[in-house]
């Protein structure tokens, strides 16, 4: 997928896309999940997205003259199979979020009192079939559905008397982190930290920005915003338990839309039945927008004619494969973030050594990078599979950091060998047929 190049964006611009990718139903209900057990210490995932458009800074000035995604400047350097890892790797990563929106609208309809595996059989349809129809008309729709749903949800703040909550909240989030299992505090924000700095998602707003400064200005706003948002969703969850009206015997993903229907006054209320819509809505809307661009990113890498045919066939088999994942009915945060994982152990070495080659300071092979990826890849893939199979199995006591400590040992590995082998000369091409850049 390359970047239609087409610098207007001020900061104020630039600061709401970059929010808007993280700042979905993943991170509302995800977020609301994890506070149910975990008190403020559950908007760790929430807090990460911050700190990622911190982390992407570093990196704000290489994207912006470079403009083409990872992949493409991967591929450019080292040759068509690593474009196509890379490219394969964004569309793994999708997988998570998809199935993330299919389990979230599943537990917001069960609230209802419907069945939660025909209720995600469905959604899952309906998301494939919102996939394969242009909607972008509509975009605005959903935006506008999830604008309503956190409005609703910073009235409930108030209602619940949780605003002294919200505020107590900055100050206690970091004591209360000790709450949280070691191995997952050090999982989900390095994980989300790495795949907001690397991630093609973040990259291709920060390349549209009119200047550098408005690109540096519109991360830190964006990382300013979601800091404020992190706290909203664990706030309300908290102050609704401390005021009684969370039942005991809620499920966690239940915790933010029992809320917002508590607010419109339950489900025989118009404003009830409308709050719980919009989230509805927007978890489809999302959902169907993400498996479109899963879609979109094969066919750019050319892996099939991008026909009608070829399209419906691709959405049936990444629906089949999303709707497995949900299926499995971990946590949403869980889920999202081991996804990310595999692209962060995949790309984040040969993409390192990728930078360290521009600079002039050493060189490596196409075969070199090629070994690094698919090591990393491989193994972090392999991990995946054995923690969903068999969560006991998770290695380091949390999926995502398991999938990306050992996908980077892996890939690290990799980059040794092929350097290794480069200097017995069994891989002798060096990557010296680089594009030219601006710097």
């Known amino acids: 997928m390359s970047i239609s190049l087409n610098r207007k964006l001020d900061a104020l611009s630039v600061a709401a896309l970059l929010v808007s990718v993280h700042y979905g139903l993943g991170f509302l209900l995800g977020t609301g999940e994890q506070a149910f057990t975990l008190g403020v210490a559950g908007s760790l995932y929430a807090v990460s997205t911050s700190l990622g458009l911190l982390a992407i800074l570093v990196l704000v000035k290489f994207y912006w003259k470079e403009v083409e995604p990872i992949w493409t400047l991967l591929g450019d350097c080292y040759g068509g199979f690593v474009k196509i890892v890379v490219g394969f790797l964004s569309w793994a990563w999708m997988i998570g979020v998809v199935a993330s929106q299919i389990l979230g609208g599943a537990f917001i309809v069960k609230i209802l009192g419907l069945p939660l595996l025909p209720s995600m059989v469905t959604l ?217 994982a595999i692209y962060v152990a995949g790309v984040l070495v040969p993409f390192l050594g990728y930078l360290l080659d521009q600079k002039g300071g050493y060189h490596f092979s196409a075969s070199t990078i090629s070994l690094s990826l698919v090591c990393g890849s491989l193994s972090a893939v392999a991990v995946l599979v054995a923690t969903h199979i068999l969560p006991a199995t998770s290695l380091l006591g949390d999926a995502a950091l398991s999938i990306l400590a050992i996908g980077i040992v892996f890939s690290s590995i990799g980059l040794l060998i092929g350097k290794v082998l480069e200097r017995i000369e069994v891989f002798s091409e060096v990557a010296t047929d680089r594009l030219p850049t601006d710097s």
Not at 151 to 169: E, Q, R, T
Not at 282 to 310: C, E, H, I, K, Y
Not at 332 to 337: A, P, S
């Open 124 to 340: 899952t349809m309906a998301i494939a079939l919102l996939s394969l129809v242009p909607v972008e008309q509509v975009s605005k729709l959903f935006q506008g559905l999830l604008v309503l749903s956190s409005l609703a949800l910073l009235y409930s703040l108030w209602a619940v008397k949780g605003v002294p909550n919200y505020f107590h909240s900055l100050l206690e989030f970091v004591p209360a982190l000790t709450q949280v299992n070691p191995p997952q505090l050090a999982g989900i924000p390095l994980t989300t930290i790495a795949l907001t700095a690397i991630g093609m998602d973040f990259q291709q707003f920060i390349v549209q920005a009119k200047d550098m400064r408005s690109a540096y200005q519109g991360c830190l706003l964006a990382a300013l915003i979601l800091l404020l948002l992190a706290f909203l969703p664990s706030s309300v969850v908290v102050a609704a338990q401390d005021s009684g009206i969370l039942p005991a015997s809620i499920e966690a993903k239940q915790a933010i839309p029992y809320i917002l229907l508590w607010i419109g006054g339950g489900a025989a209320q118009p404003v009830g039945i409308l709050l719980i819509a919009s989230l509805l809505v927007t978890a489809l809307g999302s959902g169907g927008g993400v498996l479109r661009v899963m879609n979109q990113t094969l066919f750019d890498l050319n892996l099939l004619a991008p026909s009608r045919r070829n399209q419906i066939l691709l959405t049936v088999f990444n629906t089949f494969l999303v709707l497995a994942i949900a299926l499995t009915g971990t946590s949403i945060i869980e889920l999202i973030v081991s996804f990310y």
